[in-house]
Nanobody, 121 residues
C-alpha cells in the first residue's frame, strides 16, 4: 500500500503564490517519477509537472516559467511551487508517483486524494 498525503492547496488572488507538498509513505521499494496533475471541472486531467529521480523536470505548457517542481528522494516528497497564479489554474491538483512496492515486481501509478486550488480574480 502507498499513502500519498497532499497539502498546501487553498484560495489565492490572481498573481499570488501557493506551494503544494506531497509525502509518499508505505511499503515502497523505489519511486521513479513523481509529479502533479490537475483537473478542472468539465476538463480532462492534465500534467502540470513531473520530475525524475535524477531531478529532470518537465512541465505542462501552460505553467512553464511560473511553476517549479522539486523532490526530496530521501524523504519521498515532491513539492510544487506555483507563482503568478491565474484564474485558469483553478483545479483539483493530484499528486502522482510511479513506484514499486514490496511484493510487487513492476512500477505502478499511485494517486493522492487531490487538493483544491482556487485562484480568484
Amino acid at each position: 500500500q502507498v499513502q500519498l498525503v497532499e497539502s498546501g492547496g487553498g484560495l489565492v488572488l490572481a498573481g499570488g503564490s501557493l506551494r503544494l507538498s506531497c509525502a509518499a509513505s508505505g511499503s515502497i521499494i523505489s519511486i521513479d517519477h513523481m509529479g502533479w496533475y490537475r483537473q478542472a471541472p468539465g476538463k480532462q486531467r492534465e500534467l502540470v509537472a513531473a520530475i525524475t529521480t535524477g531531478g529532470s523536470a518537465n512541465y505542462g505548457d501552460s505553467v512553464k516559467g511560473r511553476f517549479t517542481i522539486s523532490r526530496d528522494n530521501a524523504k519521498n516528497t515532491v513539492a510544487l511551487q506555483m507563482n503568478s497564479l491565474k484564474p485558469e489554474d483553478t483545479a483539483v491538483y493530484y499528486c502522482n508517483v510511479d513506484a514499486v512496492l514490496v511484493g510487487k515486481y513492476r512500477f505502478d501509478d499511485y494517486w493522492g486524494q487531490g487538493t483544491q486550488v482556487t485562484v480568484s480574480s
